[in-house]
Structure formats: structure tokens, C-alpha cells
């Protein structure tokens, strides 16, 4: 059974596990969603070696609907904060699974968990992703010990016309 924290939301924890995640890598722009358990499938992870890439938004602190130009405010902060520590990182976008929700992040490689949750924290976000070779997580931004791991993962190429980049994100 999954642990739901205390500290989100009741309304937005369950949307959290049920996310997928748009990222818009140089060569191509893949979708991860959550997977069975120990499962990874599709297309094999991005990286060599055990990075972990962290997906962190700006939109929608505390779960809440924000109006779109102060999400947008806050996610450019975000990314100057994420250039100011010299962090790769990828558009993306995470949201639910039918397209109906999106918010636009940024997936980073160069943290660690508790610096992603920090970063989360920062923006007053209730949790981040983290994404391995071998899970796909929700890290809560309020305390370590409610973080879920989300079981496995499953990463499909997306066709220019099936990603969210170039669609305006629900606020």
C-alpha cells in the first residue's frame, strides 16, 4: 500500500500519484508514467550511470489554483534559482494522465533528494519527482519520511504532436 502524507492536500495527493511527466530532452521529448512495481519499460533511461532527475514546478503552491501569471512568475524564478546553481536542466511538464491539468517544470539533474525538496520547499510545493533507473518517486517537500516510491516507470517517445510543450498549461 502506498503512503499518502499528512502534509499535502487530501484533494492533490492522490493527483501527485497518479502524475506523468512530459520532458523535453535535446535529442527528443519522451512521457514518463508510473509503472508496476520494479517494472521499468519503454525507452531506457536517459543517462548512464545512477543521476537522478528531479521534476520541480513552480505552479500551484500548496496545491492550489494560482492565477497564471503568478505561475508564471514563480516558475521563472525557479529557473533563474536553478541557473544561479549551475543545474542542468529540461523543460517539462507534469500533470494528469488524460491532459486535462498541466504545470509547467523543469527537470534537473545535479541534486540530490534533499536538495530538490529544498528547492520544492522554496516554492512551497508539497512534493517533487525524482526519477532513477530504478523508481519513480514522489518526494515530499515537508518531511523525508512521507515520500512514496511510486513503484517502476514506463517512458514512451512522444511525437511532436502528443506533447504538452507547445499547449498553455491549466494554472
Same mark, same amino acid.
Given at each position: 500500500m502506498l503512503a499518502v502524507s499528512h502534509f499535502a492536500e487530501p484533494t492533490q495527493w492522490p493527483n501527485y500519484l497518479r502524475a506523468v511527466v512530459d520532458i523535453a530532452l535535446p535529442a527528443y521529448s519522451i512521457r514518463v508514467t508510473p509503472g508496476p512495481l520494479h517494472c521499468v519499460a519503454g525507452l531506457p533511461y536517459p543517462f548512464d550511470g545512477a543521476r537522478t532527475i528531479h521534476i520541480v514546478t513552480a505552479f500551484n503552491?500548496?496545491? +492550489?489554483?494560482? #492565477?497564471? +501569471?503568478a505561475n508564471? +512568475? %514563480? $516558475?521563472?524564478?525557479?529557473?533563474?534559482?536553478?541557473?544561479?546553481?549551475?543545474? $542542468?536542466?529540461?523543460?517539462a511538464v507534469g500533470g494528469d494522465p488524460v491532459g486535462t491539468h498541466a504545470e509547467i517544470s523543469a527537470a534537473v539533474v545535479g541534486m540530490?533528494?534533499?536538495?530538490?525538496? #529544498?528547492?520544492?520547499? $522554496?516554492?512551497? $510545493?508539497? %512534493?517533487?519527482?525524482?526519477?532513477?533507473? #530504478?523508481?519513480?518517486?514522489?518526494?515530499?517537500c515537508a518531511d523525508a519520511a512521507h515520500d512514496t516510491v511510486l513503484t517502476g516507470w514506463h517512458a514512451a517517445l512522444l511525437t511532436p504532436s502528443s506533447h504538452r510543450f507547445s499547449q498553455s498549461p491549466a494554472a
Open positions: 503552491p500548496h496545491g +492550489r489554483h494560482t #492565477a497564471p +501569471r508564471l +512568475r %514563480a $516558475q521563472h524564478e525557479l529557473l533563474h534559482d536553478i541557473g544561479l546553481h549551475g543545474l $542542468q536542466w529540461w523543460p540530490d533528494d534533499a536538495q530538490a525538496r #529544498a528547492l520544492g520547499q $522554496q516554492f512551497d $510545493q508539497d %512534493a517533487v519527482f525524482a526519477w532513477s533507473p #530504478a523508481a519513480w518517486r514522489l518526494l515530499s
